[in-house]
């Protein structure tokens, strides 16, 4: 059986940094990513990375500040968040996809964690 399960989150300052982690069991993801959803707002896609850990992708909104990496070996990925901002104010999830499709969209994930809030102050 697959599951997802984050942790991490919690509150931070303006400018400050978490990590969050999600550690995957039930079998191999060759696609990974992290989204993230605001109250009032739809889910919006973070950053994904491919098997190797090797190709990654970001949204605008986190690029050069976020980044995603996974550890095979410990079935674990993981999402440095840098810099962080009060818009970045959300649940985050993790995912997963059974193939190997477009990382941006969330419905090529067919896995979900249940989410960890994230909390930003000014």
């Known amino acids: 059986q697959v599951h997802l399960v984050e942790s991490g989150g919690g509150l931070a300052q303006a400018g400050g940094s978490l990590r969050l982690s999600c550690a995957a069991s039930?079998?191999?993801?060759?696609?990974m990513g992290w989204f993230r959803q605001a109250p009032g707002k739809e889910r919006e896609f973070v950053g994904g990375?491919?098997?190797?850990?090797?190709?990654?992708y970001y949204a605008d909104s986190v690029k050069d500040r976020f980044t995603i990496s996974r550890d095979n070996t410990k079935s674990m990925l993981y999402l440095q968040m840098k810099s962080l901002k009060p818009e970045d104010t959300a649940v985050y999830y993790c995912?997963?996809?059974?193939?190997?499709?477009?990382?941006?969209?969330?419905?090529?994930?067919?896995?979900w964690g249940a989410g960890t809030q994230v909390t930003v102050s000014s």
């Open positions: 995912a997963a996809q059974g193939g190997s499709g477009n990382y941006y969209s969330a419905n090529e994930y067919n896995y």
């Open positions: 039930g079998r191999f993801f060759y696609a």
């Open positions: 990375i491919n098997w190797s850990g090797k190709s990654t």
